[in-house]
Structure formats: C-alpha cells, structure tokens
T-cell receptor, first 111, second 116 residues
Framework: DAKTTQPPSMDCAEGRAANLPCNHS???????VYWYRQIHSQGPQYIIH???NNETNEMASLIITEDRKSSTLILPHATLRDTAVYYC????????????FGKGTSLLVTP | SAVISQKPSRDICQRGTSLTIQCQVD?????MFWYRQQPGQSLTLIAT?????????ESGFVIDKFPISRPNLTFSTLTVSNLSPEDSSIYLC?????????????FGSGTRLTVV
C-alpha cells in the first residue's frame, strides 16, 4: 500500500487557482489516488480520484504524472469555503480497502 | 452516493463509562469502516466491519476496548469502553460507494467524544 506525502500547509488567494501536491512514489500500477477534504472536523468529503489519466469534475482537476509517483489537485478558482484540510489517499488492501489517510495539507484561502 | 446518519454527534462522558456510536446507512453496503481522529490529527482506521462476521481490527485497537456490531447491511455500532481522557476524539464511520471503492467513500458527520 502506497504512502502519501503532502506539505503540511498552503495559502491561496481567493479567486486564484490552488495547486495541492502529493507524493506517492511507492504507488503500485493498479492503485488509484483519491482526494478528500475535511472542513472543520466534519466527515471527509470526496473530491476526485484517478489512476493514470488526468481527471476533471465539477469540484477540481487531478493531474497525475506519467510515472504516477506524484499528483496535483487543482481547485481552479479557490473560494473562502475551500479552506479545509485536503487528503491525498490510497486504498489499504490489507484492511478491506479502507482509505489510508496521511497527514494532509491544511489549505487557507485568504480574501 | 450513500447517506449516513451517525449518532450521537457529540457527547461528554465520565471516565470508566462507555459510549456507543451508531451509524445508519440509507442503502445496503458490504463493508463499513470505523475511524478515530484525535485532536489535530489525521484519521486512523480502527476496524473494518463486514456483515455476518467479526470485525477486523487494526494494530493498536482491540475488540475489548472497541467492540463493533454489524447486525445487517445498513447498520453498525462502535462502542468505546472503559473511557479515559485519551479516548477524547472524533469517531467516524464510512462506507464505500454504491458502485464500489472507485466511486468514492461516504463518511458520517462524526461523533465528538470528550471524556472527563
């Protein structure tokens, strides 16, 4: 099971793009990368996931490097409500495919 | 995606007592997961609960302290027993997406436990 590494904190100005990096250099070929966020100790919220192709949905874009050792979550126009802790995760195949949370990145969006 | 109702949302308990947390899902799910989130920390998996079998516990978590029930495909409980202040945390349940894990997991809103 891959271990993920993220910067502990980042700032972003409101309206600008927030680019959150994640390192998962030990990821295996069939392991997806998932992104979740947690606002104010609520339950984590699913954002996006991907395997090898870049993905986009209504919330964000996910860019995965060709070697799959890292990825970047992009919030194209950050708002104050995007202030949260963002987790890059993989599945733990030894635990019934539970999500394997790292320490996450605390994103602060400023006016 | 599934909707989870988790109760209670918060509680303050005396040390030595127990708290039982309930998670009700609006659809049938095979696996349910219980997590603990200590203050300022990330989520740590406590156990995986599959209906019809005993829960599988992660290293550092034992059944006597965290008994889990999974009587059917829509419901589970986690009990935190013999409470001590170190058990003060947020406890969350989670289920995989209706089409499997590759379609996102849903989390309950959490139970904030304070032990005094």
């Amino acid at each position: 099971d891959a271990k993920t590494t993220q910067p502990p904190s980042m700032d972003c100005a409101e309206g600008r793009a927030a680019n959150l990096p994640c390192n998962h250099s030990t990821i295996s070929g069939n392991e997806y990368v998932y992104w979740y966020r947690q606002i104010h100790s609520q339950g984590p919220q699913y954002i996006i996931h991907g395997l090898k192709n870049n993905e986009t949905n209504e919330m964000a874009s996910l860019i995965i490097t060709e070697d799959r050792k890292s990825s970047t979550l992009i919030l194209p126009h950050a708002t104050l409500r995007d202030t949260a802790v963002y987790y890059c995760t993989t599945l733990n195949s030894n635990s019934g495919y539970a999500l394997n949370f790292g320490k996450g990145t605390s994103l602060l969006v400023t006016p | 995606s599934a909707v989870i109702s988790q109760k209670p949302s918060r509680d303050i308990c005396q040390r030595g007592t127990s708290l039982t947390i309930q998670c009700q899902v609006d659809s049938q799910v095979t696996m349910m997961f219980w997590y603990r989130q200590q203050p300022g920390q990330s989520l740590t998996l406590i156990a995986t609960a599959n209906q019809g079998s005993e829960a599988t516990y992660e290293s550092g978590f034992v059944i006597d302290k965290f008994p889990i029930s999974r009587p059917n495909l829509t419901f589970s409980t986690l009990t935190v027993s013999n409470l001590s202040p170190e058990d003060s945390s947020i406890y969350l349940c989670s289920v995989e997406g209706e089409a499997g894990p590759n379609y996102g997991y849903t989390f309950g809103s959490g139970t904030r436990l304070t032990v005094v």
